[in-house]
């Protein structure tokens, strides 16, 4: 069992930054994926960025250059630095844990943190 904490959403002018914290605890793995998706109004959830140990790290195409994805594993957290933000950023942000067991994989989701970005 994963437990996934976000934090450090909230309004944000266009241009402006904000740094996306998910505590994360629980059951430890091998080999595991966490990141970063997001899910606008009317729209599917989405991956933002993510961090996988065996294939490295991974950004959106909207957000490259723009977002930086960081861990500190000895406290078991991960950062989102959002710079440059625009009025699409819009959406509620969840950090998302994977692990595969075999032909299965599990997926766990923290609350999610609301960012909006005024323009």
């Not at 909230?10 to 996306?20: H, K, N, T």
């Not at 998706?37 to 959106?60: F, M, Q």
């Amino acid at each position: 069992e994963v437990h996934l904490v976000e934090s450090g959403g909230g309004l944000v002018q266009a241009g402006g930054s904000l740094r996306l914290s998910c505590a994360a605890s629980g059951s430890t793995f091998d080999d595991y994926s966490i990141g970063w998706w997001r899910e606008a109004p009317g729209k599917e959830r989405e991956g933002v960025s993510c961090i996988s140990l065996s294939d490295g790290t991974y950004y959106a195409d909207s957000v490259k250059g723009r977002f930086t994805v960081s861990s500190d594993v000895a406290k078991n957290m991960l950062y989102l630095q959002m710079n440059s933000l625009i009025p699409g950023g819009t959406a509620v942000y969840y950090c998302r844990f994977a692990y595969g067991d075999g032909c299965i994989e599990h997926t766990y989701w923290g609350q999610g943190t609301q960012v909006t970005v005024s323009s």
